[in-house]
T-cell receptor
Framework: DTAVSQTPKYLVTQMGNDKSIKCEQNLGHDTMYWYKQDSKKFLKIMFSYNNKELIINETVPNRFSPKSPDKAHLNLHINSLELGDSAVYFC?????????????FGDGTRLSIL | GENVEQHPSTLSVQEGDSAVIKCTYSDSASNYFPWYKQELGKGPQLIIDIRSNVGEKKDQRIAVTLNKTAKHFSLHITETQPEDSAVYFCAARLPNFGNEKLTFGTGTRLTIIP
């Protein structure tokens, strides 16, 4: 069984469109994250939610809006897509937001903007 | 904030030989240091981690060492096998009352030559 699952795996769309990526974890974790991995493989955190509440927002443009309907789900909606949004987006989860808790990653969503 | 540097960016090793990847971090308060392996088309997978109260940890062919004074930690893979080929990331976590985040290194592409 997949612990952290993201959909879709690939997303190709035109500049200016709005799109969403969904994430679900079945690990019973309280904390979920969104990361962006650029073309040089650099991984950077975007958001973190604990029990449906936002706890980290890394100065991401407000075109990006995460939503957590419950602690097992964290979705990412992106408005007015730009070329620079092309990247692989990873969802992750951990038991708690505190130190020493391993994070488990999904397999990513590759977003390509035409 | 934390800053993590990782070297080398690419590493080629003959099968059966050892591989070493090194990371340095900037904030002495960081207390958790995981290593992730990312295979093509997959998300990062935790392979080993170390906490700041431990100097070394080993799991079969993989070991991690931590030098808190020098603020660096290293991943050691012995008896390398073709399936060890992947991109490896180090990370450091700074305690921040539940708003903690992982800061990743820039990755090392490890290639095992058969």
């Amino acid at each position: 069984d997949t612990a952290v699952s993201q959909t879709p795996k690939y997303l190709v769309t035109q500049m200016g469109n709005d799109k969403s990526i969904k994430c679900e974890q079945n690990l019973g974790h309280d904390t979920m994250y969104w990361y962006k991995q650029d073309s040089k493989k650099f991984l950077k955190i975007m958001f973190s939610y604990n029990n449906k509440e936002l706890i980290i927002n890394e100065t991401v443009p407000n075109r990006f809006s995460p939503k957590s309907p419950d602690k097992a789900h964290l979705n990412l909606h992106i408005n007015s897509l730009e070329l620079g949004d092309s990247a692989v987006y990873f969802c992750a989860s951990s038991l708690t937001p505190y130190s020493n808790q391993p994070q488990h990653f999904g397999d990513g969503t590759r977003l390509s903007i035409l | 904030g934390e800053n993590v540097e990782q070297h080398p960016s690419t590493l080629s090793v003959q099968e059966g030989d050892s591989a070493v990847i090194k990371c340095t971090y900037s904030d002495s308060a960081s207390n958790y240091f995981p290593w992730y392996k990312q295979e093509l088309g997959k998300g990062p997978q935790l392979i080993i981690d170390i906490r700041s109260n431990v100097g070394e940890k080993k799991d079969q062919r993989i070991a991690v060492t931590l030098n808190k004074t020098a603020k660096h930690f290293s991943l050691h893979i012995t008896e390398t096998q073709p399936e060890d080929s992947a991109v490896y990331f180090c990370a450091a976590r700074l305690p921040n009352f539940g708003n903690e985040k992982l800061t990743f290194g820039t990755g090392t592409r490890l290639t095992i030559i058969p």
